[in-house]
């Protein structure tokens, strides 16, 4: 293991996360998230599949590595990605990314019980910050009144989905240590799952696709890959608790993007700041403490 690395790549994820999430707001506007999450897998496949060809030998998969691929690749990126999209949509940047952010601490219970991984003490004093984060994102100030908290469903089923995922990549990694190959399965298993998905869907949540909408996408799809690889890359070199605390400090990446660039569209208020703050401190005891 390399834990410089894997801090390094986590880092980049993040950064790399922040930016997406951005984009990908401005392409709401004129489309849909399953288009977006379409759109994204589609992007990365030929781009993974290029570099397995460059840069992995495929002799060496196991059928047990690729089958934890595979199942990993059922929930992520693409329904995973659909759902982040939707919480986009409903309460925003500003609230969704910062939710997302208890998912290392439930991949790290996870980890300790599947990958038998163990972390110290700090992780559990960070429980009560990423409580108390989310706690203040839930609360609901006078006058912001665009959003419901029955739409908190997304990011909540986001982040648990997204536990179980990120260790089983970890897990898969640790059998076959080629995280291009383990990404491009779990790409190539998420669009066609997803694409199975869209008669579930309403009408308009379906296609529905301009050319300003498609031009946002493809940039963002390019972004999200960067994130995406990075994000994979980083369980190859390091523990799940590690990587996953890391990679979770994009909300306030996002908040300052948003700051920026989505002033007309995001309300940002003190307790989204207040709770994207006990949420980065939870996360940042996990990550030096455990590094």
Known sequence: MDHHLA??????????????SIVARK?????????GAVIGLAIGIPILGGLSLVYSDWSGLTYEAALWFFVGGIFAPGFSRLL?????????VGRTMPLVTITPFLATLVAIAWLGEHPNLAVW???FFVTGGCLFLTVKPEGDSDWRRIHMIYPFLHAFMMAFVNTSRRYGLLLYGDFIIGALI????????????????????????DMRGLVWFTVAGF???VAYIAFFAAFQYGEVFIVMPLSYTAPLFSLLLARVWLREEEKLTWQKWAGSALLFIGTAIIALASA
């Open 84 to 92: 982040l999209f939707m919480g986009y949509r409903t309460i925003g």
């Open 125 to 127: 004093i960070a429980i």
């Open 186 to 209: 779990a790409n190539a298993v998420s669009l066609p799952t997803l694409l199975l998905l869209a008669p579930a869907l309403p009408k308009a949540e379906r296609f529905r696709m």
């Open 27 to 35: 392409a709401l506007g004129a489309t849909t998230p399953y288009v």
């Open 223 to 225: 972004i999200n890959m």
């Open 7 to 20: 801090i390094a790549l986590s880092l980049t994820a993040s950064v790399s996360f922040a930016f997406f």
